[in-house]
């Protein structure tokens, strides 16, 4: 059975610390990995991946893929209370989104 | 910037009726999809939709649901005969091709009671 599996399940930081979230999966017929955050409602797309090695970067966000080792991590780096969020891993397969569970990602001032 | 949008926002209904939920998915993607959320628990698939058929679908839709792309604009859920269990959040989402990322709409928050 396909799963997407993320960790931590909810992280709290202060602001200013760098986080890493983790997403592994088992997906057959893998055509790519997004990323996603949720706030309170829609999730709004943040990366798609589908090669290995190499990072996305979006300000003070960046991510990275692993095919070998089925997994990818999202970073971010100087995190501000404004990135307080759920955030989601999911897994292109044909058609439709396979998702994880998410990350609760909580910054204190 | 263009993006998905979803109505109601909100919609309580009675187990046993019919509830129609309501996307404009953006103007120029070509798929459009439908998941669902139940409150605390993963988004979960429910279907995909091109060419004005299904391409895919979970086991969740099973025949108490549907979909339709009435006009050019719209794309609709359907669900036939509504259970407590429906009560969830329904996004709808839409790509331009198959393998870009989806757009999410508001998301419909649909209470059975």
């Known amino acids: 059975e396909d799963k997407v599996v993320q960790s931590p399940l909810s992280l709290v930081v202060h602001e200013g610390d760098t986080v890493t979230l983790n997403c592994s999966y088992e997906?057959?017929?893998?055509?790519?990995l997004l990323w996603y955050k949720q706030e309170k409602k829609a999730p709004t797309f943040l990366f798609m991946l589908?090669?290995s090695g190499i990072e996305k970067k979006s300000g003070r966000l960046s991510s990275i893929l692993d095919k070998k080792e089925l997994f990818s991590i999202l970073n971010i780096t100087a995190t501000q209370t404004g990135d307080s969020a759920v955030y989601l891993c999911?897994?292109?397969?044909?058609?439709?989104?396979?998702w994880g569970a998410g990350t609760k990602l909580i910054i204190k001032p | 910037e263009p993006e998905v949008t979803q109505t109601p926002s909100h919609q309580v209904t009675q187990m046993g009726q019919e509830v129609i939920l309501r996307c404009v998915p953006i103007?120029?993607?070509?798929?459009f999809y439908w998941y669902r959320q139940i409150l605390g628990q993963k988004v979960e698939f429910l279907v995909s939709?091109?060419?004005?058929?299904?391409?895919?679908k979970s086991e969740i839709f099973d025949d108490q649901f549907s979909v339709e792309r009435p006009d050019g604009s719209n794309f609709t859920l359907k669900i036939r005969s509504t259970k407590l269990e429906d009560s969830a959040m329904y996004f709808c989402?839409?790509?331009?091709?198959?393998?870009?990322?989806?757009?999410f709409g508001p998301g419909t928050r649909l209470t059975v009671l």
């Open positions: 989402a839409s790509t331009v091709r198959l393998y870009n990322e989806q757009f």
């Open positions: 589908t090669s």
């Open positions: 999911a897994v292109r397969s044909n058609y439709q989104l396979i």
């Open positions: 939709f091109y060419n004005n058929e299904i391409s895919e």
């Open positions: 103007s120029n993607h070509l798929y």
């Open positions: 997906v057959t017929n893998f055509r790519s």
